[in-house]
């Protein structure tokens, strides 16, 4: 079986691993020497600090108006080809693994943002990306 990336969300205080990114694993492959020896860290996409965000993420309410649940996974699923691509751009403009990272995280949390139930509080201002140290 082939291994897989592993993407990290956050969730409040919840943590949830998804799986199956191939764009992303491919680049990163290719990047593996360079990638350690940038000491790079890694970048999570999350709702930080809403201790409900996790169980709006998880359970199915059928939200009206274009929202929906699983809001950091569908558009990580469904878009993945296009952060890839946004990685590697930003790796040729900018030359730094970490900064490439991050501007795909960016466009992950703009487009979870566009689909995340808005009827929950601040569950929508909470959404960041946060580099691990």
């Known amino acids: 079986m082939a291994k897989t990336t592993t993407v990290?969300?956050?969730?409040?205080?919840g943590k949830k691993s998804l799986s199956g990114f191939?764009?992303?694993?491919?680049?990163?492959?290719?990047?593996?020497?360079r990638?350690?020896?940038e000491?790079?860290?890694?970048?999570?996409?999350g709702y930080f600090g809403v201790n409900y965000a996790l169980f709006v993420h998880e359970i199915n309410r059928n939200y009206n108006n274009g929202k929906q649940w699983k809001f950091l996974?569908?558009?990580?699923?469904?878009?993945q080809?296009?952060?890839?691509?946004?990685?590697?751009a930003a790796l040729r403009r900018e030359?730094?693994?970490?900064?490439?990272?991050?501007?795909?995280?960016?466009?992950l949390q703009r487009d979870s943002q566009e689909i995340v139930p808005v009827d929950t509080a601040n569950l929508?201002?909470?959404?960041?990306?946060r580099i691990e140290q």
């Open 22 to 33: 191939k764009s992303i694993e491919q680049s990163l492959k290719l990047l593996k020497n």
């Open 124 to 129: 929508r201002g909470s959404a960041g990306v």
């Open 8 to 13: 990290d969300v956050m969730f409040g205080r």
């Open 39 to 45: 000491n790079t860290k890694p970048v999570i996409v």
């Open 73 to 79: 996974e569908t558009p990580a699923r469904e878009n």
């Open 95 to 107: 030359g730094s693994i970490q900064g490439a990272l991050t501007l795909a995280a960016l466009a």
């Open 35 to 37: 990638y350690k020896q």
């Open 81 to 88: 080809d296009k952060y890839a691509a946004t990685f590697r």
